[in-house]
């Protein structure tokens, strides 16, 4: 009963605050922004596809596309942390 609430406002979360990031990025240009909102991006679609694979079509097993989603996100904020350095 709570878990569609739940994952709901987790994705929206996550947009929200993807949103966040690149509106900052485009007044400040600090490149840590952006490679966090990008991030952020990519995390709202590791949510919403959880949505999809918990609630929308269960009988299909998205937990590949979920991780590899969350992995290239997290690659995306590595790479400006460590190589975009200022």
């Not at 929200?16 to 990008?38: D, E, F, N, P």
């Not at 590791?46 to 969350?70: G, I, M, Y």
Request: hydrophobic residues 60%; aromatic residues 12%.
């Amino acid at each position: 009963m709570m878990a569609p609430v739940i994952y709901g406002l987790c994705a929206l979360t996550a947009l929200l605050c993807a949103w966040l990031l690149i509106q900052a990025y485009r007044r400040s240009r600090y490149k840590l922004l952006l490679w966090s909102g990008l991030c952020f991006v990519g995390l709202t679609l590791n949510n919403f596809l959880l949505v999809v694979d918990k609630l929308v079509v269960p009988e299909v097993d998205l937990s590949v596309w979920r991780s590899a989603t969350a992995l290239l996100s997290l690659m995306v904020l590595i790479y400006g942390l460590v190589w975009d350095a200022e």
